[in-house]
């Protein structure tokens, strides 16, 4: 069984705090793959040269299990991606803890999917999948929770091999797998390090033949005096050294205020990552150069920040680092659609990539508390460009499920935006949209995919699919709760 955190996977604020029922993690940006240097962003598990797509659907049942969880695999191809009852000649798959050869076994409330990432662990020139469930049982210890890596090949994901990542002493209730990542943070592994977080740290591990744990970073100041309750885990090169740099971004209880999202850096170097500072700002975050000058610049989604509806900072990347000041953006800032409202969970997540092929990577801002008209919690979706100064207020896009062309209708409490994620399948050079709606038909959960254009985002063209779309049980299954980055 699974407390609420746990299944939550992660516990998205706004949503705990309005009690809409449906709590989503921060995404997992694991971007920096590949095994070779910080540069490398691919998500793929065979090697074809198209990124492929991982999405959790942790509420699923397996075997009869509710809430056991798995998670459905996209592979991209010229054509993009697409599901069996899309384009049947698109490749998917489904993977589990029911599945021959997954560590583990599928049992009611492990979240299996609650957290996803990918990165190219044993340096074969395959990405490689972290999974992980927060909700697992381990020998008699409730919620103690676990992470599983799925290796990739020339035929894609198996599941054979699978290994499961556990703590050094499983304790009650901490979520362990609730936020994973995977990037090349030293030169001292042969490939990428595995970040998997609980509620008081980040343990690393490094493929040495088996796969073994390096070492420990504690976001914990004192003894029962939490700085960051860690909810996701987000990498990016923002120095440009090669080696890619771990934020951890969570929750800090601050003195008169309440829980307010905080982040906590450490630096990538030649051989190990050391703590630079701590940062306002969390629990969403994702990484990318929106300034296109090769330093990638930290985004980051308050939610909590309810007296502007949820606040998005841009911190810009240099050869010393992050900037101390940031651009700060709500939906009151020049140029963005909409008003800044309470519960509207405004960064609640994010995604940076370059969509319409000019060079500099834009923002995607998922608002899955945004009430459209009167439907409360329907959620909506916004994409600011990047440009040679940062951000522009020109040319901001937004979608929700009543705009024209998107699938579906605005419904209450569907979190449409609870997870986003700006990827290019097609090899194209643009980068696609990608928003998942997990409370969609009270809990079954979709994901609606956008084209990129030489203009950028549009809904024309968008389409919709869900966990049925893959022949497994779409039912109450939280599908698009996670999206790996």
Not at 104 to 131: H, K, L
Not at 238 to 261: H, I, K, P, T
Not at 292 to 319: H, K, N, Q
Request: charged fraction near 20%.
């Amino acid at each position: 069984m699974t407390n609420r955190r746990n299944l939550a996977l992660g516990a998205a604020a706004f949503l705990l705090m309005t009690g809409a029922g449906i709590t989503v993690a921060p995404a997992a940006f694991a971007g920096t793959t590949g095994g070779t240097d910080a540069s490398d962003r691919n998500s793929d598990f065979d090697g074809d040269g198209y990124n492929d797509v991982l999405t959790g659907a942790p509420g699923g049942t397996v075997g009869g299990k509710k809430g056991a969880g798995y998670v459905t695999v996209q592979y991209g191809s010229a054509g993009g991606i697409g599901t069996a009852d899309t384009r049947p000649r698109v490749r998917t798959a489904v993977f589990s803890q029911s599945t021959a050869g997954v560590s583990g076994t599928a049992e009611a409330g492990d979240a299996f999917g609650a957290a996803v990432a990918t990165g190219d662990v044993n340096s074969d020139g395959y990405d490689d999948a972290i999974i992980g469930s927060p909700g697992e049982d381990l020998a008699g210890v409730v919620d103690a929770g676990r992470a599983n890596v799925l290796y990739g090949s020339a035929s894609g994901l198996r599941g054979v091999g699978s290994v499961s990542l556990e703590a050094v002493t499983p304790k009650r209730e901490v979520g362990y797998g609730g936020a994973v990542a995977a990037a090349r943070f030293t030169a001292a592994t042969p490939g990428d390090m595995i970040a998997v977080s609980d509620d008081e740290g980040v343990d690393l591990f490094s493929d040495e033949g088996p796969l073994l744990r390096v070492t420990r970073l504690e976001t914990v100041d004192d003894p029962g005096d939490r700085s960051v309750v860690p909810a996701g885990l987000t990498t990016g090169n923002f120095d440009g050294d090669g080696y890619a740099d771990l934020v951890v971004s969570g929750y800090s209880l601050v003195d008169d205020e309440g829980v307010r999202g905080r982040s906590v850096v450490f630096k990538g170097g030649e051989h190990a990552l050391a703590y630079v500072r701590d940062l306002t700002g969390g629990p969403s975050a994702a990484a990318g150069d929106v300034n296109g000058d090769g330093y990638d610049e930290l985004v980051t989604g308050d939610e909590s920040s309810s007296e502007s509806g949820g606040l998005v900072a841009i911190r810009y990347g240099g050869e010393d680092g992050l900037t101390d000041l940031a651009d700060e953006l709500t939906q009151d800032s020049p140029g963005v659609p909409g008003a800044a409202e309470e519960g509207d969970g405004w960064g609640a997540d994010l995604s940076v990539a370059d969509t319409d092929g000019d060079g500099y990577a834009d923002i995607a801002i998922g608002a899955p508390g945004e009430d459209i008209g009167t439907v409360a919690d329907a959620g909506a979706v916004w994409v600011i460009r990047g440009q040679q100064r940062g951000w522009t207020p020109a040319g901001v896009r937004s979608f929700d499920q009543n705009s024209t062309y998107v699938p579906g209708s605005a419904e209450a409490a569907d979190a449409f935006g609870a997870q986003v994620r700006l990827v290019d399948t097609d090899r194209g050079g643009r980068c696609e949209l990608l928003a998942a709606a997990p409370g969609e038909n009270t809990g079954d959960g979709v994901v609606i995919a956008f084209p990129a254009a030489t203009t950028g985002i549009t809904a024309d063209g968008s389409w919709l699919y869900g966990g049925g779309s893959f022949a497994t049980s779409g039912t109450d299954a939280l599908f698009g709760a996670a999206i790996d980055e």
